[in-house]
Nanobody, 122 residues
Framework: QVQLVESGGGSVQAGGSLRLSCTVS????????MAWYRQAAGKQRELVAS???????KYHDSVKDRFAISRDNAKKTVYLQMNSLKPDDTAVYYC????????????????WGRGTQVTASS
């Protein structure tokens, strides 16, 4: 029943900005860590940024000081503000979240969004 829906992707010129959103729908009693991953054509999926339930954040070195991850627990949404986009940022971006979708639960379960395309043109 849990689904993660991403939005906000698109095409911009290098140096532009985009803001991605990912909302958890369905039954979600508790949401733990949330993250954004990306996968460029012909490359492996990589972690872009993560945010814990305590709002502790981590970033991939390539996006450090350019991207910012945040979350709104009331809206069950995680955001990724992307500034100064580079052509190397072009990829499909995937949302990931640990969700408690039943009571009781031994642990939170990981869910993935279907991805949203981000393209930065030089």
């Amino acid at each position: 029943q849990v689904q993660l829906v991403e939005s906000g992707g698109g095409s911009v010129q290098a140096g532009g900005s985009l803001r991605l959103s990912c909302t958890v729908s369905g039954i979600s009693f508790t949401i733990g860590d949330m993250a954004w991953y990306r996968q460029a054509a012909g490359k492996q999926r990589e972690l872009v940024a993560s945010i814990t339930a305590w709002s502790s954040t981590k970033y991939h070195d390539s996006v450090k000081d350019r991207f910012a991850i945040s979350r709104d627990n009331a809206k069950k949404t995680v955001y990724l503000q992307m500034n100064s986009l580079k052509p190397d940022d072009t990829a499909v971006y995937y949302c990931n979240a640990a969700v408690q979708d039943e009571v009781p639960a031994l642990d939170l379960r990981k869910f993935w969004g279907r991805g949203t395309q981000v393209t930065a043109s030089s």
